[in-house]
């Protein structure tokens, strides 16, 4: 298990209400929710960051959700245009 696609995305979507967070899936059969505003300025390259010891020992903070439980490749996702929380995901 990793933290990350371990086979190719074939699909990314951003947030319709959230203009930081975006989610990705693909041939792993798995569904990422990122949010893009939890990533660390010494992650991007940028000077002055502070990171704790554990940041990094379970999950990357940008890292919001994992959902596994589709069993062939996800080929699409989509947002809810009106329920701004809710994503749908197909196989």
Do not use: N
Not at 5 to 33: M, N
Not at 51 to 78: C, K, M, Q, R, W
Request: with cysteine.
């Amino acid at each position: 298990f990793t933290l990350d696609h371990s086979k190719p995305v074939k699909c990314v979507e951003w947030s319709l209400t959230e203009e930081t967070v975006i989610a990705s899936a693909g041939q792993d059969r798995r569904v990422f929710l990122w949010d893009l505003a939890k990533v660390s300025a010494e992650a991007t390259g940028s000077p002055g960051a502070m990171l704790h010891a554990d940041d990094y020992e379970e999950a990357p903070p940008e890292l919001s959700f994992i959902h596994g439980g589709h069993t062939d490749t996800v080929s699409s996702i989509a947002w809810h245009s009106e329920a701004e929380a809710l994503l749908a995901s197909v196989g």
